[in-house]
Structure formats: C-alpha cells, structure tokens
C-alpha cells in the first residue's frame, strides 16, 4: 500500500493557464477554499503562445465594431459548428474581460488618442485584438498569475495529474497525481473540479505546442465518464517555422500577417489570390492593388487574401507545397521585409525578430521566413453547458482549449485569449455555486486511489519492456502521416489499427530508476493520455465524412450540408468497467461516437447572417 498526502479544498483547478488561473481568480473570490494545480511551473503555460492578441469587440479602430459582427465572424469562422450560445457570450463579455485586465495592470499598446489599439487578425471583419506587442499572451498570463497571487491561492506547481476520483454517487470528489520532481502521490480532494489543461497537440511531430499539452483533461474527463465533441478538427496554424530543424514548428504569429505580411511559394507568385472560397470572396481583395490599398488604407474595404480564416491558409500552403512550389525545406516564404520598414518590424513585432534572430539565424527586416502549418490547437473538447461551463459529470467544469463547442471546427485567431477569461471566469462561477451548494464533506474512495498509483507505478515492476520514447516516436509519425491536415477513409483506418498497436505496447512499458526526476517515467504516465486523445480525434475523423474546417478529407473534399446539423459525441459505454491490466481505467475501445444535433441558434441571431449577404 502506498502512502501518499492529501489537501482538502472547496475548488481544486487543474491547469494555470489563462482559464486555469481566470477560474482560480473567480472562485476564490467567492470565498471558497482553491487550489490550483500545474503540470510544471506557474507562467509557463501554451497561453503564452498566443502571442497576437485577444480578440474583443471594443470598436477602438472600427467604431462600427460591436458583439454581433465578432458572434458572426467566430460562427462562420467555425463553419456554423460552433455552440452557437457560447460564440454569443463569448462575444458579447470579452470586452469586458479585457478591459478588466487593464484594471488589473495588463499593459495594452495605444491609439493616438490613448485606448486600447486593435489590430487586424484573420477571420475578423474588423480590426479587434487588444495587443501588447506581439507577446500579449504572456501579458495576460502575468496579470492574471499575479492577480492570483495577491488573492492568496494555494498554487501547486510540478503536479501530473493522473485521474479524477468521484464519490459513489458519481459526482466527482478530487484527484489523485504526484509530484514531478520527486514521484510522490498525492491527492487533493474537493468539492468541484475545473480542468484548464489545455490541448492535445505533442501527439503530432511538427506542433507549436510545449511538452505538457498531452491531452491530460480531455482524456480524464472520458475516463471519469464525461462527453468530448468534434473531437476531429484539429486547427494547423499556417505559419510554423519549417527550418531550421532544431525550431521546426515554433509559432510565427498571424499579426505578422495582420501587420502587412505576405506569403508566396518558390515562385515569388503571391499565391492566395488563387485560394480565395466563395464564402468569402466578396470581402476578400482579389488584386494585390486591392490587397495593398487595404494596408494603406483601412477604410478600403476588402481584406487581402492573407487574412482569411486560418484553415483555409494552411490548406492553401499545403496545396502550394504538394504542386511543387514549396520552399526548399517544405514550406512556404512569408515576407514582412519588403512591406515594412526595419524599424517597424522590430517595434510591432519584437518577439518575432528576436526569435528568428536568435533561433533561427534569419534577419526578418531583411529576408523571408520559411513557414509551413502546425499542429496548433484543438476545436473539440470536452463538452459543457455555455453557460455554466459544467460537464456531463456532476462536479466538474471545464474551460479553454480543453473544453469544446466554442470554435465550431476551427478557431479565428485571437478568439482564443478572450475564451479563456470569458469561460475561465465562468467555471468559476459554476464550479464555486456547485462547491457551495455540496452538503457535508466529498468521501475518497482509497481504492480508486491505489489503482491510479498502481497502474502508474506499474513500469518499474518490469525488468524488460517497450521504451516509452518509441511509443511516442511512433505515434507521432501515425498522427502527422495519417491524422494530418489531410486526411483519407483509407488513411484513417490504418492510423486506428496503428494506435491499437501502439494501446497494446503501452500494456508493457518499462522504466529504470525510480521516480525522482525521471523523464522517461513522466512520458510512461502521459501515454494514456495521448493514445486515448489520438483514438477519439481518428474515430471522430472517421466518422465526419466531409471537409469542414480543421477536418479536412480529400475522399469527401466538400462540406456536407447535413454534416453541419450535428457534433460528433464521443463517450465510454461502461466508464466504470474497468480493462484488464489498466489499473483502473476503463477500455478505451468501448468508445462510441455519435451524431447529436447542434443546439438550434434563435431567430434573431441567424437574422445577422441574412443580414451579410
């Protein structure tokens, strides 16, 4: 029997990034007892990333600006997949969320006449993301991480996470994980849980994002019995470095696009004229006079073909690139040198210059950037109640990119800031009332605890077995060659028949050592994690034959008018039975997935797209 510590907290959060830490700030100030736990260390969060800015509807650039055009452009940015009542508050609370960060301290760049300046992002009809820079993302994460810290929350950093625990009513009741440094358990129990963990994407090879994006809360809520949705569409931003290798998929962030940039093949051709969809063409400039007036003159009207929704570029490069116009390295040039002055570049874009400067050895005043898309973001998630943020397991809430419905099957750029401090807020409204309202003291169920433990202790009981580096190798390479930005019925199958190899592989992973300050050991304890999300993205892929967003199929290479009516559920038949040798975790392989119809947006609100045709 393991010995392992306990904390007893009213509101436990698993995840301080911009959710995490908004959910954190919420609760607490409800007076709840709240706890907030990290994979690694506080600040270093995938919010940091999102280095453009927050996408609100201040109308600070465009006065014409309001809630109901950022709803509109978040909806058809999302191919009407989207939970429509989330895209709504969404759009209607961010600007008050942002300026609730200036409140806080966050420091946004300015207009002449001293407001928050607003600058232009794809999707977005008008200019409106509140930026510091091109590091607006850690501009938030400070804020909020201090604001936090003044409100006196308990912050564990360096806590994996292994699964939730629930009482016997089912209702969730804490977790169970251990301290990275040293392999110690430990679990926190509570009375509600709110999962800010993030996305999914180290299961691809080229992402931009870090090592704790395993997809932890979206596979601990299936397992705990919770429902994920469109669990297929997986955003690849456009612009990833390809090269050099030792930076392959780092960020390169749409503001360089937003602020003049422009992309063109091997050719020096400008080639996303020849991309333009009939959504779009008639906001889209078709000309590069057209496109080039728009940056000189923001009341010009048509946005140059750069700025469209980011699905629709990376397919774009990708096409570019399998025609034969790619870059040397398998990407495509985009340029800011030619279209902005040195001076300017290093002003607006601070972060982007020091990070090929340094990194990549490539002057961006002065030479294109080799980029290409990455595995970036995750649209599904665990799905939630709008306006609650509640899952379909009692006691435990969900918010930013873990949580699904907001994006619809692909995200606009910036509306991923302003998600996390609108529905981090949110969570934690819901998560204090459901706290509150919990009668009497949440049992642990010592049994759930001790399979958790045992099943993640169970590698150092084996003298021979799989390396879990080259499990992770190989289900990388399935996801990026058969789960990729394209994808076949043919492809898809194989890449499921893969992941079940890799499933029965991971039943006998080995490890040396012991559990202080051991890598290989971590990795072992995020595999479930990683296999159990890349099954459910490949079935839900599978299942969506059409080509919607970041779900796209060269077999079905149309949207499919039917297809748009229903979210793909995903869910374990029997969370609670157990497969042989799990230590607890139910069998992957009952999943389900099934169609369920879109919630039906009201008459007023589809009346806004009458109104734009």
């Known amino acids: 029997m393991t010995e392992y510590e306990t904390h007893d907290y009213d509101v436990v959060i698993i995840g301080a990034g911009g959710a995490g830490l908004r959910a954190a700030i919420e609760s607490r100030a409800m007076g709840l007892r709240t706890a907030l736990v990290c994979k690694s260390l506080l600040g270093k969060a995938h919010t940091v990333m999102a280095e453009g800015g927050v996408a609100a509807a201040l109308g600070n650039v465009y006065a014409e600006d309001n809630w109901e055009v950022h709803f509109r452009d978040t909806m058809r940015g999302g191919k009407m997949l989207n939970n429509w009542r989330m895209a709504q508050l969404h759009a209607q609370e961010s600007p008050d969320r942002v300026r609730e960060l200036e409140q806080w301290g966050a420091l946004f760049d300015r207009t002449a006449d001293g407001l928050i300046l607003q600058r232009d992002f794809g999707g977005h009809r008008y ?62 129990q509570a009375k509600s849980v709110v999962l800010a963990t993030g ?22 809520a299936l397992w705990a019995g919770a429902d994920l949705i469109d669990m297929e569409c ?15 998929g780092l960020l390169v962030t749409e503001g360089v696009r937003g602020d003049g940039g422009v992309l063109r093949n091997s050719e020096g051709q400008r080639f996303m004229f020849d991309y333009i969809p009939p959504m779009f063409a008639t906001e889209t400039a078709d000309s590069e006079d057209e496109a080039d007036k728009w940056y000189d003159d923001h009341t010009a009207g048509r946005r140059p073909p750069e700025l469209l929704p980011r699905d629709e570029v ?58 290409g898309p990455t595995c970036h973001y995750i649209m599904g998630g665990v799905r939630v109640d709008a306006d609650s943020a509640a899952t379909t397991v009692a006691g435990l809430f969900a918010a930013g990119e873990v949580a699904g419905g907001m994006h619809g099957s692909n995200r606009l750029g910036g509306n991923s800031l302003s998600d996390l401090i609108v529905f981090g807020r949110r969570a934690g409204i819901g998560a204090g009332q459901f706290a509150a309202g919990r009668a009497g003291a949440v049992t642990v169920d010592r049994g759930q605890v001790e399979a958790a433990i045992d099943a993640a202790l169970a590698p150092f009981e084996r003298e021979a077995g799989e390396n879990p580096y080259d499990i992770q190798s190989d289900l990388q390479e399935t996801m990026q060659s058969l789960v990729g930005i394209i994808r076949t019925g043919s492809e898809l199958e194989e890449a499921l028949g893969r992941i079940e190899e890799l499933e029965d592989r991971a039943t006998n992973l080995a490890v040396g050592g012991d559990p202080r300050y ?23 892929a599978l299942e969506r034959k059409e080509s919607r967003g970041g779900q796209t199929r060269n077999d079905y290479p149309q949207p499919d008018p039917e297809l ?6 995903e869910r374990i038949a029997h969370p609670d039975a157990a497969a042989p040798g799990t230590g607890g975790t139910p069998s992957v392989r009952s999943i389900s997935v099934t169609p369920e119809p879109v919630p039906v947006m009201p008459e007023e609100l589809q009346a806004l797209f009458e109104e734009v045709h």
């Not at 996305?199 to 601990?220: P, R």
């Not at 931003?237 to 030792?246: E, K, N, R, Y």
């Open 234 to 248: 997986i955003q690849f931003h456009p612009t990833g470095m390809v090269w050099p290798l030792s930076v392959r």
């Open 127 to 188: 200019a409106r993301l509140a930026h510091v820079g091109d590091r607006t993302g850690l501009e938030i994460i400070r804020t909020l991480q201090q604001k936090a810290v003044a409100d006196g929350i308990d912050v564990f950093m360096e806590c994996k996470v292994l699964r939730l625990l629930h009482d016997p009513d089912g209702a969730v009741s804490g977790v169970v994980g251990y301290w990275r440094p040293t392999g110690a358990f430990v679990v926190f």
């Open 314 to 371: 990376a397919r774009s490069i990708n096409a570019e690139v399998k025609a034969g116009r790619g870059s040397q390295h398998g990407g495509v040039f985009l340029d800011i040198a030619s279209r902005r002055t040195p001076e300017d570049i290093r002003r607006r874009l601070p972060s982007m210059y020091h990070q090929f400067k340094e990194l990549a050895g490539v002057d961006i005043t002065a030479e294109a950037m080799e980029v």
């Open 518 to 540: 051991n890598p290989g050991w971590n990795l072992a304890t995020d595999l479930p994690s990683m296999l159990t999300v890349s099954r459910c993205t490949t079935l839900g």
């Open 199 to 220: 996305g999914v994407g180290k299961s691809w090879m080229y992402t931009s994002n870090s090592w704790e994006s395993t997809g932890d809360g979206h596979a601990m």
């Open 564 to 569: 748009v009516k229903v979210n793909f559920v």
